[in-house]
């Protein structure tokens, strides 16, 4: 993850959040009212090239969906699976009114502080986010094998 990728999904956090929470209560119920053609209707020749039946449909449209869902996951779960890493209290303050989806002026109003100075707060918060996460890359296998040698 790099600074602006952070960045973005601090922004977007809140009404991520929101939107897998609506997303997941909408997929529950199995798609009632969704019926096939009984009688003579049924019989009638269909489209070419395309799949009629509607709850073929439905679950093409359900499917899409829960594959939004889950990009949201992943991309809430960076954020909280970073948040241990921060360990001022200010910062901590920001990034809860951040991750609640507040303005930087709200949040400085509440907190006594400029706009800017929250600013400088949340730089702070994604600079720790990206370069303290340990990346696990080839390099770090390499130097596993050197040390059992």
Same mark, same amino acid.
């Given at each position: 993850?790099?600074?602006?990728?952070?960045? %973005?999904?601090?922004?977007?956090? #809140?009404?991520?959040?929101?939107?897998?929470?609506?997303?997941?209560?909408?997929?529950?119920?199995?798609?009632?009212?969704?019926?096939?053609?009984?009688?003579?209707?049924?019989?009638?020749?269909?489209?070419?090239?395309?799949?009629?039946?509607?709850? @073929?449909? /439905?679950?093409?449209?359900? /499917?899409?969906?829960?594959?939004?869902?889950?990009?949201?996951?992943?991309?809430?779960?960076?954020?909280?699976?970073?948040?241990?890493?921060?360990?001022?209290?200010? /910062?901590?303050?920001?990034? #809860?009114? !951040? !991750?609640?989806?507040?303005?930087?002026?709200?949040?400085?109003?509440?907190?006594?502080?400029?706009?800017?100075?929250?600013?400088?707060?949340?730089? %702070?918060?994604?600079?720790? @986010?990206?370069?303290?996460?340990?990346?696990?890359?080839?390099?770090?296998? !390499?130097?596993?094998?050197?040390?059992?040698?």
């Amino acid at each position: 993850m790099n600074k602006k990728q952070i960045e %973005s999904i601090l922004k977007d956090y #809140h009404w991520m959040m929101n939107s897998i929470k609506l997303l997941r209560e909408s997929m529950e119920d199995a798609g009632e009212n969704i019926t096939t053609k009984y009688g003579i209707e049924s019989s009638m020749p269909k489209a070419q090239g395309r799949n009629s039946d509607p709850v @073929f449909q /439905e679950y093409k449209r359900r /499917e899409k969906r829960w594959a939004i869902v889950e990009k949201y996951e992943k991309k809430v779960k960076i954020i909280q699976e970073r948040i241990h890493l921060i360990q001022d209290e200010r /910062e901590l303050e920001v990034l #809860h009114w !951040l !991750l609640e989806g507040k303005s930087y002026r709200w949040i400085a109003l509440h907190m006594g502080l400029s706009h800017s100075h929250i600013k400088r707060l949340r730089d %702070s918060i994604v600079d720790q @986010f990206v370069k303290n996460v340990p990346n696990v890359t080839k390099g770090t296998k !390499l130097k596993k094998e050197k040390q059992c040698v």
